[in-house]
C-alpha cells in the first residue's frame, strides 16, 4: 500500500500538538509538529510509540513499512527525509528514543 493508504489506518492526532523524541540520555532530539508537512509523520510515530512502547527497533521497522515509496525514496536521498532516515538510524544503531506527547 501507498503511504497515504497507510496514513488513513493510523489512529487520529487531532488531540497533539506535536510529540518530542527523547534519546538515551534524557536530552530532546526533535520534535514532531502537527502542522503540513509534519503531520503524517506525526501520525506515524504517534501510532508507532503507542504500539511499541517507544520508537526501537520494531517500530523503527514498522514505520519504515508504513512510509512506503517514501522509504525507497530516503534510502537513494538521505537527508531528504529526516523522519525516515531517524528510523532508518535506529535499524542501523539499535538506539531508539522514548516519545513525549504534547497535547494540543
Same mark, same amino acid.
Given at each position: 500500500?501507498?503511504?497515504?493508504?497507510?496514513?488513513?489506518?493510523?489512529?487520529?492526532?487531532?488531540?497533539?500538538?506535536?510529540?518530542?523524541?527523547?534519546?538515551?540520555?534524557?536530552?530532546?532530539?526533535? $520534535?514532531?509538529?502537527?502542522?503540513?508537512?509534519?503531520?503524517?509523520?506525526?501520525?506515524?510515530?504517534?501510532?508507532?510509540?503507542?504500539?511499541?512502547?517507544?520508537?526501537?527497533?520494531?517500530?523503527?521497522?514498522?514505520?519504515?513499512?508504513?512510509?512506503?515509496?517514501? $522509504?525507497?525514496?530516503?534510502?537513494?536521498?538521505?537527508?531528504?527525509?529526516?523522519?525516515?532516515?531517524?528510523?532508518?538510524?535506529?535499524?542501523?544503531?539499535?538506539?531508539?528514543?522514548?516519545?513525549?506527547?504534547?497535547?494540543?
Amino acid at each position: 500500500m501507498a503511504f497515504a493508504d497507510n496514513l488513513k489506518q493510523l489512529p487520529s492526532v487531532a488531540h497533539l500538538a506535536g510529540l518530542e523524541l527523547i534519546d538515551a540520555d534524557g536530552q530532546h532530539v526533535v $520534535t514532531i509538529q502537527n502542522k503540513p508537512g509534519q503531520a503524517g509523520s506525526l501520525s506515524v510515530y504517534h501510532a508507532l510509540a503507542a504500539k511499541h512502547g517507544a520508537i526501537n527497533a520494531a517500530a523503527a521497522q514498522e514505520g519504515l513499512d508504513i512510509y512506503a515509496e517514501h $522509504t525507497a525514496d530516503a534510502r537513494i536521498h538521505p537527508g531528504k527525509h529526516p523522519n525516515i532516515d531517524r528510523l532508518i538510524k535506529i535499524l542501523d544503531t539499535g538506539h531508539g528514543y522514548t516519545v513525549k506527547l504534547i497535547p494540543a
